[in-house]
């Protein structure tokens, strides 16, 4: 039985260690990527670009709060899931502002900046999504952070749908409506982490009485 536990607990370490390494190279991509994103929302005067970059700059704060948890008790990572909603939810009142911000001062975004800027930042997405799909079923930290990095591959296609349409409509509407679109995925998805956090707290406090009564 004791060499069961010994296994059982090396089995844990090195998925800890597993989960720690994707966390540190998605958070590299992510916060490299929200550099380039910000840089070209403002060459090319693009609320989704800049939307998407706000996006990234969450993600980024997100997946270095994942990894101070990775390995810690159940409601500390309930708790930091529930930071995670509030981070997505702030995202989502960014991108509201900047939307108010661009009706009241209408423009057509570079099309060719906001599209390149737009390809890499899907791919980008699409790399840490294929990097933390082996964690999405696991704990709510990592389950919190694949579905953050989901939010991401929609929102890069979503924003190289708008930078065609804004090149198709020479207008910046399709840009507008992009942003309009992760406004309400970013909504959806505040409260889906911010509801399987409230889960996981009251799991954890269902527990605390038999743990101390054992």
């Known amino acids: ?13 090195a998925l800890q260690a597993r989960q720690r390494r994707v966390l540190v190279m998605v958070l590299a991509i992510n916060a ?10 403002f060459a090319a005067g693009s609320s989704s670009l ?6 990234n700059l969450g993600d980024a704060l997100t997946y270095a709060l994942s990894l101070a948890v990775v390995g810690a008790s159940l409601r ?14 702030a995202a989502a009142i960014a991108v509201g502002v900047q939307i ?9 975004p570079l099309f060719d900046t906001m599209g390149a800027a737009a390809l890499l930042n899907l791919g ?13 079923h696991g704990d709510v930290n990592m389950s919190s952070v694949w579905e953050c990095s989901r939010n991401d591959v929609w929102e890069g296609g979503a924003v190289l749908a708008a930078a065609a349409g804004v090149w198709a409509f020479g207008s910046g509407w399709p840009d507008l409506l992009v ?3 992760l406004l309400l995925l970013f909504l959806r998805s505040a409260l889906r982490v911010l509801g399987s956090a409230r889960r996981e707290l009251a799991a954890a406090q269902g527990a605390a009485p038999e743990i101390r009564g054992g």
Do not use: Q
Not at 1 to 13: A, F, N, Q
Not at 32 to 40: G, I, K, P, Q, S
Not at 100 to 108: F, S, T
Not at 124 to 132: D, I, K, T, Y
């Open 1 to 13: 039985m004791g060499d069961s536990c010994c296994g059982k607990s090396i089995e844990v370490r």
């Open 76 to 89: 500390a990572k309930a708790w930091v899931a529930v930071f995670k909603g509030v981070l997505i939810l």
């Open 32 to 41: 490299a990527t929200f550099l380039m994103m910000v840089a070209a929302a």
């Open 50 to 55: 800049l939307s998407g970059g706000l996006d």
């Open 124 to 136: 980008a997405n699409a790399a840490c999504l294929w990097l933390l799909a082996p964690y999405r």
């Open 179 to 181: 942003a309009c679109a």
């Open 100 to 108: 108010a911000w661009r009706l009241a001062h209408p423009a057509v």
